[in-house]
T-cell receptor, first 113, second 112 residues
Framework: KAGVTQTPRYLIKTRGQQVTLSCSPI?????VSWYQQTPGQGLQFLFE???????NKGNFPGRFSGRQFSNSRSEMNVSTLELGDSALYLC????????????FGPGTRLTVT | KQEVTQIPAALSVPEGENLVLNCSFT??????LQWFRQDPGKGLTSLLL?????REQTSGRLNASLDKSSGRSTLYIAASQPGDSATYLC???????????FGTGTSLTVIP
């Protein structure tokens, strides 16, 4: 069974631009969560989607948004990029919101210059 | 809000040593606790999951314990190997919501 896949793996953007990251969960998993990882803040929860609906949202500005499609694939979008958005963005999938374990993808490394 | 702390932040041991990594959390109302391993620049690999009703879980050379009432978990690694070098993260899932709260991690180096 294939794991969680994230595309692209690496991305370089300029301040002010916007970016879209994609996550395909494990087949059969319907819940997708997004996390931001930075050296200073560690891993921080962005949001969680289930059945195309956002169920939880972390403490991030409105520039960070996401969506989930009917096939459970999810995208997150960051608009008006800032230098501080440079991070590893990790996606995790689980069977459903009550699922015990989350399985993480390899992440997308975003660098904002 | 749940706060998760891991001590020490970094650890360097010679190959073959047994070692203990610590994780503490402030709110004992947790659903489960999960230990992960992260290699540089990579995603997270799940190591062990402990349900709130359990006291410990074992997988090979790894043993994780949970004391919910005191807000603590430990990850015991037996007979450490250079391949164990990585950052180890603990994460707690509260009783409500599917969000994990992560610790800041312990960076482990096992010296051959």
């Amino acid at each position: 069974k294939a794991g969680v896949t994230q595309t692209p793996r690496y991305l370089i953007k300029t301040r002010g631009q916007q970016v879209t990251l994609s996550c395909s969960p494990i087949s059969g998993h319907r819940s997708v969560s997004w996390y931001q990882q930075t050296p200073g803040q560690g891993l921080q929860f962005l949001f969680e989607y289930f059945s195309e609906t956002q169920r939880n949202k972390g403490n991030f500005p409105g520039r960070f948004s996401g969506r989930q499609f009917s096939n459970s694939r999810s995208e997150m979008n960051v608009s008006t990029l800032e230098l501080g958005d440079s991070a590893l963005y990790l996606c995790a999938s689980s069977l459903d919101p009550g699922g015990d374990e989350q399985y993480f993808g390899p992440g997308t490394r975003l660098t904002v210059t | 809000k749940q706060e998760v702390t891991q001590i020490p932040a970094a650890l360097s041991v010679p190959e073959g040593e047994n070692l203990v990594l610590n994780c503490s959390f402030t709110d004992s109302a947790i659903y489960n606790l999960q230990w992960f391993r992260q290699d540089p620049g990579k995603g997270l690999t799940s190591l062990l999951l402990i349900q709130s009703s359990q006291r410990e879980q074992t997988s090979g050379r790894l043993n994780a314990s949970l004391d919910k009432s005191s807000g603590r978990s430990t990850l015991y690694i037996a007979a450490s190997q250079p391949g164990d070098s990585a950052t180890y993260l603990c994460a707690v899932k509260p009783n409500t919501g599917n969000q994990f709260y992560f610790g800041t991690g312990t960076s482990l180096t096992v010296i051959p």
